[in-house]
């Protein structure tokens, strides 16, 4: 749910905060105030689209951002999983959206820049706007459907479907690749034993090639090494003037000292085992120096073999391990075409049984469907009659076609909000409040089966009042404990329902206007639901009679 706004510099606002909690959220105020500059806000952080005329008058950018929580939106949080935007153990997040004078706008979810498609994308699954003609998930494609299997409770015979949907593609896959010509047939099988011939005779190995490499660099330089191993050895034994040859002279001298004195007996000691070990050294290099081969012959074996590898490399992976491996797949591809006339006929009867098992499950999906939807007709009717549309038409249209992962079923509502009107699908409804009371309607019955956690409902009030206003502020209260619910109103029998009441003002300070919000304490509701039904002279009978309307919705 939306748990904090900010926005800066967006219409008439210059700097405005708002924290919002779970539960009925009202927000109230005089027309013109701001309120609806608020929920457009919101939509600008999920991804509507917008242009630079909305940023407010003498500033260049304009910024909202939105502190979502997810902790429970499984859905969402897979989705950004997988794209790598988001961990699943990530309990919220921050969408920020801006807008340039110049035209230019970014989009960022935690800082990282996503572009706005992903932004709407994941607007889809946090909120869920009615009152105006976009970002309604229930007019996108499939959502009809998807809240039909959820209320009918047919999500596990449609997963049955999905599934069997799934192998029945894979099987006619399988079999449009076993009914290639003889011809494209024998070329396949002709170039996959080529492969894995050539594959073969190159006897690879994984470690090879690093074997190869530190051979051919010994090789390559043998004329170098032989070179300083023969300096080394000079220089350490042979040569005039060598190691050996000072350390026998600075031994002899320090024997001499250690005849006369005793002082230095130990370093006498460790002198002789360094010499020592300096011998062995010389005779190491001396043995090296031996065993260093000149051999060009190898050596255009090696760098013919490396060529080898490189060529395998090339065609097949760009490691040893790649082309071993593709060499497994290649075989795996060549016993099918080789047991392609016995895998044909058992393929043609596993694709007949999958396309029977389908036909079957989708008709029996498709049953239900009808079932679920004559229910869902008479709820929604009912719910609308109680909402003031107590002429007004519900049906859930169920039009077969070709078998798809989802059935065979196009599906779709419709409305006919009045007396002599055609039903007609919800999109081509023309008032904002008949629309927002027909999305009531459905989230009333709904509420379980809708998973998006916040739910925005602006000109729901339009041309009703009274006892409707009140079945309407009650609804949406019902809705708070499965939705976080966010409600512009004009009316005090909605407002009273609130669980947290906003107030927004628009006041004027060095010559702009400027639209400001207030969480309103319990004395600061029953003042505001008092001027909600009086205008702006408050008495104490107004205040009184707020009272009273606030604790009955409250009970």
Known sequence: MLRELSIKNFALI??????????????????????????????????????????????????????????????LKEMLAEKGLLSCKEEEFILK????????????LNGQIITLGMMEEIGNYLVDVHGQHEHQALLKPGVARDLLDEFGVLMKLRKKTEQTYRKFREK????????????????????????????????????????????????????????????????????????????????????????IDQTLKDELKELGEVKYR???????????????????????EILERKELISK??????????????????????????????????ETIGEVERLQEELARQ???????????????????????????????????????????STGMDEIRFLVAPNVGEDLKPINQIASGGEISRIMLALKTILARADQIPTLIFDEIDAAIGGKIAQVVGRKMKTLSPNHQVICITHLPQIAVFASNHYFVDKKISGGRTKTMTALLDKKGKESEIARMLSGERLTEITLKHAREMIREGQS
């Open 278 to 300: 300096i011998d062995e050294m010389a005779i190491a290099i001396r043995d090296y120096r031996r065993k260093i081969e000149f051999n060009p012959q190898r050596l255009e």
């Open 362 to 404: 989708a008709g029996k999906l498709s049953g239900e469907r009808k079932i679920a939807g004559a229910k869902l007709k008479k709820k929604v009717e009912q719910e609308l009659k109680e909402l003031g549309m107590g002429k007004a038409r519900f049906d859930v249209e169920i039009n077969q076609g070709e078998i798809k």
């Open 97 to 108: 959206r801006e807008l340039s004078r110049q035209g230019r706008g970014r989009c960022f």
């Open 172 to 259: 006619s896959r399988e079999l449009e690749e076993l009914r290639a010509s003889e011809k494209e047939r024998e070329q396949q099988i002709d170039l996959y034993q080529f492969q894995i011939k050539e594959i073969d005779q190159a006897n690879l190995s994984v470690e090879e090639e690093e074997v190869l490499e530190r051979e051919h660099k010994v090789l390559s330089n043998a004329e170098k090494l032989n070179q300083l191993s023969q300096e080394l050895y000079h220089h350490l034994y042979e040569g005039a003037g060598s190691i050996t040859e000072k350390m026998t002279l600075v031994e002899r001298d320090l024997e001499k000292i250690v005849a």
């Open 14 to 75: 210059e700097e405005l905060h708002i924290s919002l909690d779970k539960g009925l959220n009202i927000l109230t105020g005089e027309t013109g105030a701001g309120k609806s500059i608020i929920i457009g806000a919101i939509g600008l952080v999920l991804g509507e689209r917008a242009s630079s005329e909305v940023i407010r008058k003498g500033s260049d950018l304009c910024e909202v951002r939105g502190l979502f929580e997810v902790k429970e939106n499984i859905r």
């Open 312 to 345: 395998l490399k090339r065609k097949y992976g760009n490691t040893i391990k790649d082309t071993l491996n593709y060499r497994k797949e290649t075989q795996v591809k060549l016993d099918k075409l080789l047991n392609s006339a016995r895998s044909m006929e």
